[in-house]
């Protein structure tokens, strides 16, 4: 990462980044983002763990490969010290299936310049998918309520 590569300094600063990612209508663009992370970024979620800015950029581009549609409404932002928390709720449309409503949460983690070098994406991927797909919704919740309580 260039020295002088721009730093996360604030909550509003954070909401218009990720908001400006992803409701363009249709494929998202992460370019103007990636630079606000260091190389060396740790990244996970609910499926997976990459480390490495390039892994991270191949990441975005897979989840934009698999969507017709992807938007993101960045419900609140809090930054404190070197945390910043973003919770969301992203739209995604397969190829012939109807649009799926994921819910989450983000916590990115700055350096000491105010680049990002963790993220971690909290979301139940499967709950949310299949609450959208008629007849499966309903056995899965139960399934989940039996299972776990």
Not at 83 to 88: G, R, S, T
Request: hydrophobic residues 35%.
């Amino acid at each position: 990462m260039e020295p002088d590569a721009p730093a996360l300094t604030s909550s509003d600063q954070v909401r218009s980044l990720w908001t400006r990612t992803y409701n363009t209508r249709g494929k998202p663009d992460w370019s103007h983002i990636f630079p606000y992370y260091a190389d060396e970024i740790v990244f996970r979620d609910s499926i997976q763990e990459v480390r490495g800015i390039e892994a991270f950029k191949g990441v975005c581009q897979r989840l934009s490969d698999r969507c017709q549609e992807l938007e993101m409404d960045v419900q609140a932002v809090a930054m404190q010290d070197a945390a910043v928390f973003l919770q969301w709720e992203m739209t995604m449309r397969f190829r012939k299936t109807p649009s799926s409503t994921v819910y989450g949460c983000t916590k990115l983690t700055l350096d000491e310049r105010g680049r990002i070098v963790h993220q971690r994406d909290y979301y139940d991927l499967w709950g949310d998918i299949f609450d959208n797909i008629p007849g499966v919704a309903g056995p899965y919740r139960r399934f989940m309520r039996r299972l776990f309580g």
